[in-house]
C-alpha cells in the first residue's frame, strides 16, 4: 500500500471539484448529511456553497496508533441537525470511502433511523478506493492502489495542548 500526502490547499480545491460535480449533475438535494470526522470539513464546505442544512452523524472505526487500524462501526445514537426534520434528498458526505463498510452502514443506519423522511440518497466523497464494495455517486479522485491518505488535519492527532505555544 503506498501513501498519498495532501496539504490544506490540495484538500480545499478537491472539496471545490466535489462541490462542481455534483453541481453539475443537475440533482436537487435539501440535506447534507456528513459523517465525522473525516466528513465534517468536507460537508461544512458543501453545506456553505450549496446554502444547506448540514446533519452531523458521529462515527467511528479507526483506532490504534496513527488511527490505521479499523475496528467495528460505531454511530452516535441521533444526528445533530438544526432543522425539524431531515430532508427528502439527502446528501450524504465523507472524506473517502476505503472499504465502504461505513457508507453501507450507514445508508442502513439513516434508513432505519429517518427513511420516513428520505426519499432519495446519494453519497459524495473526495477519494474513492478501489478496494471499496459499494462506489460512491460523487467523487473526485479514484484511488487504484488504495493508497494510505495523509490528510493535513491528522498533525493534530498527535500534538497535545502542551505542545503549544502561545503567541
Known amino acids: 500500500m503506498s501513501d498519498l500526502y495532501v496539504s490544506w490547499t490540495e484538500y480545499y480545491e478537491k472539496i471545490e471539484q466535489l462541490a462542481a460535480k455534483i453541481y453539475y449533475s443537475q440533482w436537487e438535494f435539501n440535506q447534507i ?3 465525522a470526522r473525516g466528513g465534517l470539513r468536507v460537508g461544512d464546505v458543501l453545506s456553505r456553497i450549496f446554502d444547506l442544512p448540514m446533519a452531523i452523524l458521529a462515527t467511528s472505526s479507526y483506532r490504534g496508533t496513527g488511527k490505521q487500524a479499523r475496528s467495528s462501526l460505531t454511530f452516535a445514537r ?3 441537525m438544526t432543522t425539524p426534520n431531515l ?3 439527502v446528501l450524504l458526505v465523507d472524506d473517502l470511502v476505503d472499504s465502504g463498510e461505513s457508507l453501507k452502514r450507514t445508508l ?7 427513511g420516513f423522511y428520505i426519499d432519495e440518497i446519494r453519497s ?3 477519494w474513492y478506493k478501489a478496494c471499496s ?7 473526485v479522485d479514484y484511488l487504484s492502489d ?3 491518505i495523509h490528510q493535513p488535519f491528522e498533525l493534530y492527532e498527535e500534538m497535545k495542548p502542551s505542545d503549544l505555544k502561545l503567541p
Open 108 to 114: 442502513i443506519w439513516l434508513d432505519r433511523h429517518y
Open 146 to 148: 488504495n493508497p494510505w
Open 87 to 89: 430532508g427528502s434528498h
Open 124 to 126: 459524495a466523497v473526495i
Open 33 to 35: 448529511v456528513c459523517l
Open 133 to 139: 464494495a459499494i462506489v460512491p455517486d460523487y467523487y
Open 78 to 80: 441521533d444526528l445533530t
